[in-house]
């Protein structure tokens, strides 16, 4: 529910924001790119062009993976696993935060400070602060983060992103050969008021339950970050939801419908109907916008790993195993 990896595009959003720790393979190379550590400094988990990853900041990095990812930690060897891919993944980061210094590459400080403050103004008072104790974060190191991440995005928009292009051509092709981009899937549109107790949403149940406004009480009590635009998260389709929030949330079929109060590893959930949409087949107009998104993600996958080996090709890189594997 908080992070700084906003309005990216998924491609770079996925590997700047470590929270999907089935999804932290790194884009390009692997621990096999270069020999084993050859003298790697003392409590440095790797060596990037001279320049340490720090035995404290993998740690970090890794317990915050731990507590977005419990059940993915128990089995030693998936925890080995996810500890290489984890380092490899902070080399990319630290090899295209040299690249970004060496290209002198700054930041607009308004671009920062709306970025760090993006969550602040997005969720109630206090909530913002609550998450980031939660994660074990200061301030501070929360704007040192989101400062990295955006000169990152700026550098691989600058080198990647904006030097790939999707044509018209590419468009109707893909339509042609994918029958199943042309199926839009049932979808539902719902309000949303999230609490962190039962008996905090138990009662203001009872209050939408006498007719008071469901958008006006998400506005006011609502954790989510959606909580601004009155609970609304807009339209989706099965399978983008946690199993239960989907289940309650297609189980509404008259608009305005109120929900029972679900349960989350978010909180408590209250939902409303807002809109239904039938599945139905897509014209090619209709459908060019997801398919050339599609393309496009995949270009910028495809360009971003080019990007990142002809990095690492040219870099000096030295990995602590040893110090790796006793990290826990």
């Given at each position: 529910m908080f992070g700084s990896c906003r309005n990216i595009h998924p491609s770079v959003a996925a590997r700047l924001c470590l929270?999907?720790?089935?999804?932290?393979?790194?884009?390009?190379?692997?621990?096999?790119?270069?020999?084993?550590?050859?003298?790697?400094?003392?409590?440095?988990?790797?060596?990037?062009?001279?320049?340490?990853?720090?035995?404290?900041?993998?740690?970090?990095?890794?317990?915050?993976?731990?507590?977005?990812?419990?059940?993915?930690?128990?089995?030693k060897d998936k925890a080995r696993k996810i500890k290489q891919e984890l380092l490899?993944?902070?080399?990319?980061?630290?090899?295209?935060?040299?690249?970004?210094?060496?290209?002198?590459?700054?930041?607009d400080p308004k671009l920062l400070e709306q970025s760090v403050q993006l969550p602040f103004e997005q969720?109630?008072?206090?909530?913002?602060?609550?998450?980031?104790?939660?994660?074990?974060?200061?301030?501070?190191?929360?704007?040192?983060?989101?400062?990295?991440?955006?000169?990152?995005?700026?550098?691989?928009?600058?080198?990647?992103v904006d030097r790939v292009a999707v044509s018209s051509q590419e468009v109707t092709k893909y339509y042609q050969q994918h029958p199943q981009v042309r199926q839009q899937a049932e979808m539902v549109r719902v309000r949303q008021i999230v609490t962190r107790?039962?008996?905090?949403?138990?009662?203001?149940?009872?209050?939408?339950?006498?007719?008071?406004?469901?958008?006006?009480?998400?506005?006011?009590?609502?954790?989510?970050p959606e909580a601004s635009r009155g609970g609304d998260l807009g339209f989706f389709a099965r399978g983008t939801m946690p199993p239960a929030i989907e289940?309650?949330?297609?189980?509404l079929w008259r608009p305005k419908q109120i929900s029972q109060v679900i349960t989350s590893p978010y909180g408590y959930h209250i939902?409303?109907?807002?809109?239904?949409?039938?599945?139905?087949?897509?014209?090619?107009?209709?459908?060019?916008?997801?398919?050339?998104?599609?393309?496009?993600a995949r270009k910028v996958?495809?360009?971003?790993a080019y990007f990142l080996r002809k990095l690492r090709e040219g870099a000096s890189i030295e990995r602590n195993l040893e110090l790796l594997e006793r990290i826990h």
């Open positions: 929270v999907a720790v089935a999804g932290l393979g790194p884009l390009a190379g692997s621990c096999s790119d270069q020999a084993v550590a050859v003298r790697p400094r003392p409590q440095a988990v790797a060596v990037v062009n001279d320049e340490p990853i720090s035995i404290d900041s993998f740690q970090s990095a890794y317990d915050e993976l731990k507590g977005a990812g419990r059940g993915y930690f128990g089995n490899e993944h902070l080399i990319d980061e630290k090899l295209l935060l040299q690249e970004a210094r060496r290209r002198g590459l700054v930041l969720y109630p008072p206090g909530e913002a602060e609550r998450q980031l104790l939660a994660r074990g974060k200061s301030l501070e190191s929360y704007r040192h983060d989101t400062r990295r991440t955006l000169l990152i995005f700026k550098l691989l928009k600058q080198e990647v107790t039962k008996e905090e949403a138990e009662q203001l149940r009872k209050r939408l339950k006498r007719g008071e406004s469901f958008e006006q009480l998400a506005r006011q009590y609502s954790l989510g289940e309650s949330c297609f189980s939902f409303q109907l807002l809109e239904r949409r039938p599945a139905r087949e897509l014209s090619p107009e209709e459908a060019a916008p997801r398919i050339e998104k599609t393309i496009l996958r495809e360009a971003e």
